[in-house]
């Protein structure tokens, strides 16, 4: 099989990123190449200690949230977290797109000049950390808010011996994307460097800055160097730490209470591959893009009776890239995933990693994880439209020919509809609860909460049954005894499928007050609830009576609420004549 098939690059264009890599160890901060219809932009890797591990960083392993206003794309929406990534590689991509360098401006010109163009982002080492970061930001500039459907040149990241970057959470979000498939990362089998993260500051602190200054490309190598050999003794058994802990949650499903309380006594590094690997050994090329599996191949394939001599060859194959690009053409390329795993002997993939019958289990346990993953997507509750359309076709109608619209039949309950629709919005949140219990423990594919179908779902359903929640809320008086409903009483399932619309209108263009405003309507009837015990406010009445009108052209809000027998219609009927006379809501209220 050839690579392009796998990772979607050929040899040629794999060998001349690698050359660009190259040229860029003596630029400043970055190399722009042009040939014919591609654009390589190469990063300078760096050995000094500040420039991996940021001195003024307190954390055991350097990282630092991503900023959301700069990467509003990288984080957890189930979660409502943002994805950490190494400071010092961070701050590096910073004085990048600063005024301190023409990186912006030079990436703006091939966008706006040349649109049918590649843009490559590559580097080695240190350099293919600030390229991951680089292409992240490319993605966040110009993917994100695509201009009237004209699409901006394709990005892909091609990185050679580079250490790990972000987070699960940033594997997460480039999976959610879909933009991990821009990404592929070349490992020699034995190079220390995509390990190094995976262990903690102090256990390296003292051997770090002579093991950077080996792995410089101008540096020679000693036999029996002692530093080294402790410095990867060291880097091996966290990552070990990392692998095993990974294997056991994987394999007890991250349901072992145990493992839980274990866990929180060791210092554990957050880092986690992301996009594609692809392991170089003897005779072969591995790819794969499992973010577990590739965890797991980075301590077991690493393994070897002669640590002595495996130090020394964790440095050497650091500087052997060159020798794989040139041997690429003559390598088997294996793509390793759930159908392609095999767990016994003989001539394979994980025969040639040195793989173990016992180490593959642990390789075979994250490929079962993902599959479970896909599972869970396909028994999500299929009734849940079936129910959402009872609602809509069957409840809502007959309120309206009650002429007092849904929310008001279902706070006051008198009928025995009221009843089954009570009983399907406990039904419905329950289904909407087990899915956000799933994406909150990762129990769900990356691309399902960023699919268009889950997120038009999500949001049916908030503005459909939200406003059943805040009825029921306000009819048991719980407004009374728990406190404001925005406050105290609003679920997370609602929050979530909130987060989600607002990211999908992100992609849209509209601008952060649009998004925010837009994104509230399914609320609308709790602020109604809390205005109708409030005296009479001219300044936040206007202001309820302007977001209506654009609820209603966003489809948050329907005309249910002008109903004859709606509450709101009897509240505004009750304000001050004057605001009345000039209020914008004055036709539809008759």
Known sequence: MALEALAGISNDLVARSWMASTRAHNTEHFRKEEEGEIVFFSFKPSFSVKDWFAPENESPFGETEMKRDQFPCMRSFSNDVDATANEAFHKNLDILISPRTSFRDDVKTVVDSMRSQRIVFTGHSSGGATAILATVWYLETYFTK????????????????????????????????????????????????????????ASTKQA???????????????????????????????????????????????????LETFSSFLELSPYRPAGTFVFSTGTRLVSMNNSDAILQILFYASQSSNEKELSLRSIRDHHSYEE???????????????????????????????????????????????????????????????????????????????????????????????????????????????????LKKCQLPDGFEGSSVWIKLATRYRRLMEPLD?????????????????????????????????????????????????????????????????????????????????????????????????????????LPEHHKIYSPLRKRMG
């Open 146 to 201: 695509q201009s009237g459907g004209f699409p901006f040149p394709e990005p892909l990241c091609v990185t050679f011996g580079a250490p790990l970057v972000g987070d699960y959470v940033f594997n997460h979000a480039l999976g959610r994307e879909n933009w991990s498939r821009f990404f592929v990362n070349f490992v020699t089998r034995f190079d220390i460097v995509p390990r190094i993260m995976l262990a903690p500051k």
């Open 324 to 438: 794989m690009v040139h041997s690429m053409g003559k390598k088997v390329v294996n793509q390793l995933d759930l159908h392609h795993l095999p767990l016994g002997g003989g001539a394979s993939a994980l025969s040639d990693l040195r793989l173990t019958t016992s180490d593959r289990e642990c390789v075979h346990a994250a490929f079962e994880a993902e599959k479970k993953r896909v599972d869970n997507q396909s028994n999500i509750d299929a009734k849940i439209v079936e129910k959402l359309e009872w609602i809509e076709n069957e409840y809502k109608p007959r309120c309206r020919a009650l002429a007092k619209g849904y929310y008001d039949s279902f706070k006051k309950s008198p009928e025995k509809e009221d009843f089954t629709a009570n009983v399907t919005r406990a039904e419905l949140a329950g289904s909407f609860d087990d899915v956000l219990g799933l």
């Open 470 to 574: 805040i009825a029921n809320y306000h009819r048991h008086l719980k407004n009374e005894d728990t406190g404001i409903y925005m406050e105290k009483g609003r679920p997370n399932r609602y929050k979530h499928a909130q987060r989600l619309y607002k990211h999908d209108l992100l992609k849209t263009g509209r601008t952060a007050e649009e998004i925010e405003v837009s994104s509230l309507g399914s609320c609308f009837w709790a602020e109604v609830e809390e205005l109708r015990g409030k005296e009479y406010d001219e300044a936040t009445v206007k202001k309820l009576e302007w977001l209506v009108q654009g609820w209603i052209k966003d489809e948050e809000v329907d005309e249910h609420i002008f109903l004859e027998g709606s509450t709101f219609r009897k509240w505004w009927h009750s």
């Open 208 to 258: 770090l800055p002579y093991a950077l200054s080996r792995l410089d490309h101008t540096a020679s190598i000693q036999e029996n160097d002692q530093s080294i050999a402790g410095f990867f003794a060291i880097v091996m058994k966290d990552t070990e730490i990392a692998a095993r802990q990974a294997a056991c949650e994987l394999i007890a499903d991250g349901g072992n209470a145990f």
